[in-house]
């Protein structure tokens, strides 16, 4: 059965920081790319970043760049999302996902998804 499960979202102030995990399981982990993404009330689910199965390769969208941070741990099967420079734009439910393509910003590339963790970015 596989499994994508996040962890490590909370409440944060402006300009704090927190570092999301995303476990995976049920799958050959280093045969996927994978993503983050991020879904604000009201808004579309929006590509964060990217990894690609050696972590040789990230991408980031525009409005994380410089702030946050891909990598993943493929002997433990987890890949991360390090995020600094909190802003309150940055509220969102944050999803990670798997890909076996190279690697994709597109949502519908991903096979599997997890369940999401809130990130609150507030005074």
């Known amino acids: 059965q596989v499994q994508l499960v996040e962890s490590g979202g909370g409440l944060v102030q402006p300009g704090g920081s927190l570092r999301l995990s995303c476990a995976a399981s049920g799958f050959t982990f280093t045969r996927y790319s994978m993503g983050w993404f991020r879904q604000a009330p009201g808004k579309e689910r929006e590509f964060v970043a990217v990894i690609s199965w050696s972590g040789g390769s990230t991408y980031y969208a525009d409005s994380v760049k410089g702030r946050f941070t891909i990598s993943r741990d493929n002997a433990k099967s987890t890949v991360y999302l390090q995020v600094n420079s909190l802003k309150p734009e940055d509220t969102a439910v944050y999803y990670c996902?798997?890909?076996?393509?190279?690697?994709?910003?597109?949502?519908?590339?991903?096979?599997?998804w997890g369940q999401g963790t809130q990130v609150t970015v507030s005074s």
């Open positions: 996902a798997a890909s076996g393509m190279r690697y994709s910003r597109y949502a519908d590339d991903y096979d599997y």
